[in-house]
């Protein structure tokens, strides 16, 4: 029981908003020297561990490239390529890119699109792109929520996506799971198939969150442009203001 002290380090950290990495890890050597092993098995372990899941670190390649990408002006160019494009708005493209990752995660390809290669350096500025040219200049409220909706859009079609595909992880581990604790025979297709109709409402119900996105952008971004159009007239009025009371004074 006193192994369970480790959850409570991670609690403890997430609820005071440390690092994550460094919770995680307080937490796994706390487990480890509760269960009885030794330093060197705690080390031990942490290797074997960071060993057998070498493709969580694939990210140490990926960022060094996207960031000489970035830097040889991949935004601007993904920018220029959405305003080749009159009809397609913010919310348009994005539920297409919604769509591209749904299908593409059900046909076993995750690793196609994602945050880190599409949405941050290609997914995010077309869709700024497609708001600059159809309302102006962004506002740092409008950016972020662009940017927040370019991530949703990814992080939906790969989560409802993924589970159509029959390989995936998450369905043989139920399938394993429900077969031998309950003795029964449940193939990874019967769990595919139902995940479809989950995965058709959530295109249904995201992409439509993603063309109500075209109206909130305009209405937000209108806004700030008729109060300063105000304003520029407000200062014009007072300007003239003056000289027509001198001239009256002369006369």
Same mark, same amino acid.
């Given at each position: 029981?006193?192994?369970? &002290? ?51 670190? *694939? ?14 002006? &991949? ?33 076993? &390809? ?85 995940? *479809?109709?989950?995965? *058709?409402?959530?295109?249904? *119900? ?6 109500? &996105? ?38």
């Amino acid at each position: 029981m006193i192994v369970l &002290l480790g959850v409570l380090v991670v609690i403890i950290g997430f609820a005071t908003r440390r690092n994550p990495l460094l919770v995680v890890g307080v937490a796994g050597i706390a487990t480890g020297l509760l269960g009885g092993l030794s330093p060197q098995k705690v080390i031990a372990a942490f290797g074997d561990g960071f060993a057998s899941s070498r493709a969580v670190t *694939i990210f140490a390649i990926t960022l060094p490239v996207i960031g000489l990408l970035e830097r040889y002006g &991949l935004q601007e160019q993904a920018r220029r390529l959405i305003t080749r494009f009159a009809g397609l708005t913010t919310g348009r493209f994005l539920a297409l890119y919604l769509l591209l990752r749904q299908v593409t995660a059900a046909l076993g &390809l995750q690793s196609v699109f994602g945050h880190a290669q599409t949405v941050r350096p290609l997914a995010a500025p077309m869709a700024e792109g497609a708001t600059e040219r159809k309302n102006g200049p962004l506002t740092d409220k409008a950016r972020e929520k662009v940017r927040s909706f370019a991530a949703s859009a990814d992080n939906v079609g790969l989560f409802f996506g993924e589970d159509v595909f029959l390989a995936v992880g998450s369905i043989l581990l139920i399938t394993g799971f429900v077969n031998t604790t309950y003795h029964t025979h449940l193939e990874p297709l019967q769990l595919a198939l139902w995940a *479809i109709p989950t995965a *058709i409402c959530a295109l249904v *119900i995201h992409g439509g969150r993603l063309l109500r &996105l075209d109206r909130q952008l305009e209405r937000e971004l209108s806004a700030p442009a008729a109060k300063d159009s105000g304003a520029t007239s407000t200062k014009g009025a007072a300007k003239k203001a003056p000289k027509n009371s001198a001239r009256g004074t002369t006369k």
